[in-house]
């Protein structure tokens, strides 16, 4: 049975601002402030599924969160109608209002941690949403993924999100990397983290996702233990400013793409990854050096927060980065000498992607990565599955329905809730998302 991979990206929301809300998110908090521009962010974003779909990729839309989220408000004490609360939460609590305005959902590769059927016991694809609970906005987020993945995939099995608990921290699919000797074949999951959860808080930016709840995942996901690695990433990588391990590794198939610093301890990374991937496939660990790349530069023109992806007819792989990596000497250069040798990596495509890069996330944030057999993908939600059509409708949407500019002042306009409420009645017809989809749609 044919199987491949699918990147569904988060469509970006109109709300879309630079609020500086990620500690630990360098270019998160160099932005903070900036005037943003939400109807670009969105069509940039809608650009690159299309090149990805042309390209003859599989590809998928998630759809953008409710925002503000007033459910958070009204848990912390506000009443009264929509403009009330919303006017009331500006006067009284204007950071937690902020946090309720964030576009953060559409960081896909947040969303959740995800298991193709070919690994699991019982034959099933499993998915288990980010608890994200580090941060107070992407805290907010997991029970509305929770509806959006199982109305996206109504044959999986959806798992709740770990408890809130700082024991339990999950970041989802962005410290998770699959690699495979072939889509459909059994593969080998190497779960990152960057602390136990039960050791003391360590010094530095925060250290988001824990042992403990890599573990709960591959349980609950019935991996077994044969096949499953925990990685520890490094404090150097994580205080240089990679939040995440995407930001510092990438995979696909048979290929680990990583920086010299992305993992506290590298040789047993990959004798883990070599014995657990025994029988299955040789693993390729391409590893960059610090010398020839410093962290700094890697973080900055986000190289490894790039899409490693195999395009259709392409023996070598493709790496989709950031304008950002090619404006970057260091990185630009290591992508040309990458390619002209002999690696698995055979070519480096360049997107923009702007908008999100300077609220701290590339081309890879914006994807969750789901491998399907062609069945499975037979069963998505039609209205999940980017064609022209669907294409077409959500760009003009997008035109009609997302201001140009956004700015702090503007957030405190009770209209822009207003016109967020209105564009996401139509995206669920749109996107044929079923009725009351949305908290207030079901109020």
């Given at each position: 049975m044919i199987s491949r991979e699918a990147n569904f990206d988060g469509l970006i929301g109109s709300t879309h601002n630079y609020g500086g809300l990620?500690?630990?998110?360098?270019?998160?908090?160099?932005?903070?402030?900036?005037?943003?521009?939400?109807?670009?962010?969105?069509?940039?974003?809608?650009?690159?599924?299309?090149d990805m779909h042309e390209a003859g990729l599989w590809q998928g839309v998630l759809p953008p969160q409710q925002r503000p989220h007033l459910p958070t408000l009204r848990r912390a004490g506000f009443s009264g109608t929509n403009k009330e609360i919303y006017e009331a939460a500006w006067k009284q609590a204007?950071?937690?209002?902020?946090?309720?305005?964030?576009?953060?959902?559409?960081?896909?590769?947040?969303?959740?941690?995800?298991?193709?059927?070919?690994?699991?016991?019982?034959?099933?694809?499993?998915?288990?949403?980010?608890?994200?609970?580090?941060?107070?906005?992407?805290?907010?987020?997991?029970?509305?993924?929770?509806?959006?993945?199982?109305?996206?995939?109504?044959?999986?099995?959806?798992?709740?999100?770990?408890?809130?608990?700082?024991?339990?921290?999950?970041?989802?699919?962005?410290?998770?990397?699959?690699?495979?000797?072939?889509?459909g074949d059994h593969g080998v999951e190497l779960f990152v983290y960057g602390r136990a959860g039960y050791a003391v808080t360590r010094a530095g930016y925060p250290a988001r996702q824990t042992l403990e709840a890599s573990q709960a995942i591959a349980r609950s996901h019935k991996l077994g233990g044969v096949r499953t690695?925990?990685?520890?990433?490094?404090?150097?990588?994580?205080?240089?400013?990679?939040?995440?391990?995407d930001v510092v590794c990438v995979g696909a198939?048979?290929?680990?793409?990583?920086?010299?610093?992305a993992f506290a301890d590298t040789a047993s990374m990959q004798a883990d990854i070599t014995k657990a991937a025994d029988g299955l496939f040789i693993p390729n660990f391409v590893e960059v050096p610090l010398a020839e790349v410093p962290i700094e530069d890697?973080?900055?023109?986000?190289?490894?927060?790039?899409?490693?992806?195999?395009?259709?007819?392409?023996?070598?792989?493709?790496?989709?980065?950031?304008?950002?990596?090619?404006?970057?000497?260091?990185?630009?250069?290591?992508?040309?000498?990458?390619?002209?040798?002999?690696?698995?990596?055979?070519?480096?495509?360049?997107?923009?992607v702007r908008q999100s890069m300077r609220n701290g996330g590339g081309p890879a944030c914006l994807r969750l990565r789901v491998s399907l057999t062609e069945k499975e993908w037979f069963e998505v939600n039609r209205g999940?599955?980017?064609?022209?059509?669907?294409?077409?409708?959500?760009?003009t949407w997008i035109n009609s329905n997302y201001r140009d500019t956004l700015s702090p002042e503007d957030l405190r306009d009770p209209?822009?809730?207003?016109?967020?409420?209105?564009?996401?009645?139509?995206?669920?017809?749109?996107?044929?998302?079923?009725?009351?989809?949305?908290?207030f749609q079901r109020i």
């Open positions: 990620s500690d630990g998110n360098l270019a998160s908090a160099s932005n903070a402030g900036l005037i943003a521009s939400p109807k670009a962010a969105a069509l940039q974003g809608l650009e690159k599924m299309k204007p950071r937690l209002m902020k946090n309720c305005l964030s576009a953060s959902s559409m960081w896909a590769a947040n969303a959740a941690t995800v298991s193709p059927s070919s690994d699991t016991v019982d034959g099933k694809l499993h998915l288990t949403p980010a608890n994200l609970s580090t941060m107070l906005h992407r805290s907010i987020e997991h029970p509305q993924t929770q509806r959006a993945l199982e109305t996206a995939f109504p044959f999986a099995s959806v798992h709740h999100a770990l408890a809130e608990q700082s024991v339990f921290a999950d970041e989802g699919a962005a410290n998770h990397v699959r690699l495979c000797g072939a889509r690695v925990f990685a520890l990433q490094s404090d150097a990588a994580i205080n240089a400013g990679a939040f995440h391990n198939l048979q290929t680990l793409f990583y920086h010299e610093l890697a973080i900055k023109a986000y190289l490894f927060n790039s899409m490693l992806v195999q395009m259709p007819d392409n023996d070598r792989l493709t790496l989709i980065a950031p304008l950002e990596t090619q404006e970057n000497v260091a990185t630009k250069t290591y992508c040309d000498k990458l390619v002209a040798s002999n690696s698995p990596i055979g070519e480096v495509r360049y997107v923009d999940n599955k980017f064609s022209t059509k669907l294409y077409d409708g959500l760009k209209n822009l809730m207003e016109e967020s409420f209105v564009a996401l009645d139509e995206l669920t017809r749109i996107m044929e998302l079923g009725e009351n989809f949305y908290p």
